[in-house]
């Protein structure tokens, strides 16, 4: 990774995090506050937590405000940057209610990119390694258009994600500075426990003493990406001139039963596997090509899964903890 992480857009700047309560969102605006600017953090709360913001609360250059994107957003006074984070990241979550998301993804893109318009702010959309659907190449780059099923389970999310893409580069059309990030899956403190993701599941599964559920032989492949590498790729991005899609991610390929195994290891944990039914249009394989990331924004991760892994496992053993219930630690060292 290269020195070149904000060379430009240094000075104090007003900016709007969307899903600013969420586990992404709440590390992007921790280090933007850090940083010395203004950061306002707008969340309807549906998967995001206050807590996750709790560091925040008291700083005089944080705020936060409750509200659905769906709804026209209106903020007084400039704004220098909007960051879209706000979509529920994980499949038993966005699929609780797809029309609402789906609305997230395409009427709250419409109103953070009206607002950009009108703030001239550049704006920032987090788009998703999703968008490549069920993928028939191995490594997947931004050229690579994708096999989506537009009517199963998942459509309401990476057909939301793709026509989010589609308006952000209308309104690039229009002058407004757009950045887009395909993000594969990234993992870290602060994902909620019970949010449904593989690595949330396995770890809080593993130190609660519960069986891993692994669907099908676990022999589908995912990469999984350190939340603080993906902010340093974050912050590159909407710092850089590049145009179109970015993908952001770890290249380290796993299968679904090894990362298991790692948690089960890590954690220290004799929970047993329990193997159900694949999901409907579950991706068999998942791998980001980093090529564009590299060379535009001199950006790679630098953080194992095994060391970042062990930073997850320890802040979800303390949370799980701080709720009074039985945390299965069962074999030292
Ligand atoms: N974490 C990943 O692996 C990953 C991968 C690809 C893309 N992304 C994208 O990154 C973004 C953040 O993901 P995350 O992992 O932090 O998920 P998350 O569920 O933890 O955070 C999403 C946040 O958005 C909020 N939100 C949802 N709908 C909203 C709405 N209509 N109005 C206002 N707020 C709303 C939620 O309350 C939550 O705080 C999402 O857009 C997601 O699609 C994440």
């Known amino acids: 990774m290269d020195d070149r992480a904000g060379s430009v857009r240094r000075e104090p700047r007003r900016i709007l995090i969307a899903g600013g309560a969420g586990f992404v969102g709440s590390h992007l605006a921790a280090r933007l506050v850090a940083e010395g600017h203004e950061v306002i953090c707008l969340d ?15 700083e005089s250059r944080f705020s936060f405000v409750r509200h659905d994107i769906v709804q026209p957003v209106a903020i007084e006074g400039p704004l220098d940057e909007i960051w879209n984070l706000a979509c529920a990241a994980s499949p038993p979550q966005y699929q609780l209610d797809p029309l609402h998301t789906f609305r997230t993804c395409v009427n709250g893109s419409l109103n953070l990119l009206e607002l950009a318009r009108e703030k001239q702010a550049r704006i920032f959309q987090a788009s998703t390694s999703e968008v490549y659907g069920d993928p028939d190449v191995s490594l997947q780059a931004e050229s690579y258009r994708g096999s989506v099923n537009t009517w199963g389970p998942r459509a309401c999310y990476d057909e939301g994600k793709r026509s989010a893409e589609t308006l952000f580069f209308e309104y690039e059309r229009l002058g407004v500075e757009v950045r887009v990030a395909r993000i594969f899956n990234t993992y870290g403190p602060r994902m909620s426990p019970e949010d449904g993701r593989v690595v949330s ?3 809080r599964q593993a130190l609660m003493g519960e069986a891993l559920t692994i ?3 676990g022999q589908q492949t995912r990469s999984f990406c350190y939340v603080d590498d993906l902010v340093e790729g974050l912050l590159r991005l909407m710092r850089s001139d590049a145009r179109g899609p970015v993908n952001l991610g770890n290249p380290g390929e796993f299968t679904v039963r090894e990362l298991a195994d790692m948690v089960l290891a890590q954690t220290g944990s004799d929970s047993p596997l329990l193997h159900k039914p694949m999901p409907q249009d579950d991706p068999r394989q998942r791998r980001p090509d980093l090529g564009r990331a590299k060379r535009e924004l001199g950006w790679e991760p630098r953080i194992p899964l095994a060391k970042g892994l062990a930073m997850t496992i320890a802040h979800f053993r303390e949370e799980l903890a701080g709720r009074d219930r039985p945390v299965s630690v069962v074999r030292a060292g």
Not at 44 to 58: C, E, K
């Open 44 to 58: 309807n709360l549906q998967t995001g937590r206050l807590s996750n913001l709790a560091p925040l609360m008291s």
């Open 201 to 203: 599941n396995f770890v």
């Open 215 to 217: 669907h099908g032989e």
